[in-house]
């Protein structure tokens, strides 16, 4: 069964470093989204991608955050200058287009476990 | 958003069926119910989703209210592989994101 894949499946970085997290979105979705989770906290949207840009991000996606869909399979999620409060899980997921529109069911990734020291 | 409410933890025996509630007394007209699941460790998994008619398939069934106020999500026969977080989330035809709530907690007693 296809499913989303994502490295590395922990990252370690100091305060101040840009990190780029990786996600192998599943091959016939054309929409793709990153989640995160602080330990102990909700699931939290920051932005959804499709067809080569951003369709919609959260208040949390500020100037520090970017997407990109560098190749054909691989989506990335750089934070440019990581700070303490970045420690969380990042989730990627992927859908697939139904009619022109994605209402259907999206499929997570397994997460990357992000820790700024 | 619309805001949906949980019960913030179940038990449930083993082998027994789960039924899971959902509130959501703002429903809007476009907004479909999804429900997911967190397993202890890994990411969201998607269950079912469902707008008006009740709604089954190999994981679970979705019983939705005639008024859309209320649904319950259905475990036929729970497994300990079902102990998770439950999800209730309303998502508008058209609206990308998923806005997780706190979810209930389901233990499953062997």
């Known amino acids: 069964e296809p499913e989303v894949t994502q490295t590395p499946s922990h990252q370690v970085t100091q305060m101040g470093q840009e990190v780029i997290l990786r996600c192998v979105p599943i091959?016939?979705?054309?929409?793709f989204y990153w989640y995160r989770q602080i330990l102990g906290q909700k699931v939290e949207f920051l932005v959804s991608?499709?067809?080569?840009?951003?369709?919609?991000k959260s208040e949390i996606f500020d100037d520090q955050f970017s997407v990109e869909r560098p190749d054909g399979s691989n989506f990335t999620l750089k934070i440019r200058s990581t700070k303490l409060e970045d420690s969380a899980m990042y989730f990627c997921?992927?859908?697939?287009?139904?009619?022109?529109?994605?209402?259907?069911?999206?499929?997570f990734g397994p997460g990357t476990r992000l820790t700024v020291l | 958003d619309a805001k949906t409410t949980q019960p913030n933890s179940m038990e449930s025996n083993e082998e027994e069926p789960v039924h899971l509630p959902c509130n959501h007394s703002?429903?809007?007209?476009?907004?479909?119910i999804h429900w997911y699941r967190q397993l202890p460790s890994q990411g969201p998994e998607y269950v079912i989703h469902?707008?008006?008619s009740n709604v089954n398939n190999r994981m679970a069934s979705l019983a939705i209210a005639e008024d859309r106020k209320s649904s319950t999500l259905i475990l036929h026969r729970a497994t300990l592989r079902d102990a998770a977080v439950y999800y209730c989330?309303?998502?508008?035809?058209?609206?990308?994101?998923?806005?997780f709530g706190t979810g209930t907690r389901l233990t499953i007693i062997p």
């Open positions: 703002t429903i809007s007209g476009t907004d479909y």
């Open positions: 091959s016939n979705h054309l929409y």
């Open positions: 989330i309303l998502k508008n035809f058209g609206n990308e994101k998923l806005t």
């Open positions: 991608f499709y067809n080569n840009e951003i369709s919609e």
């Open positions: 469902g707008l008006t």
């Open positions: 997921a992927s859908s697939p287009i139904v009619a022109g529109v994605s209402y259907n069911e999206q499929f």
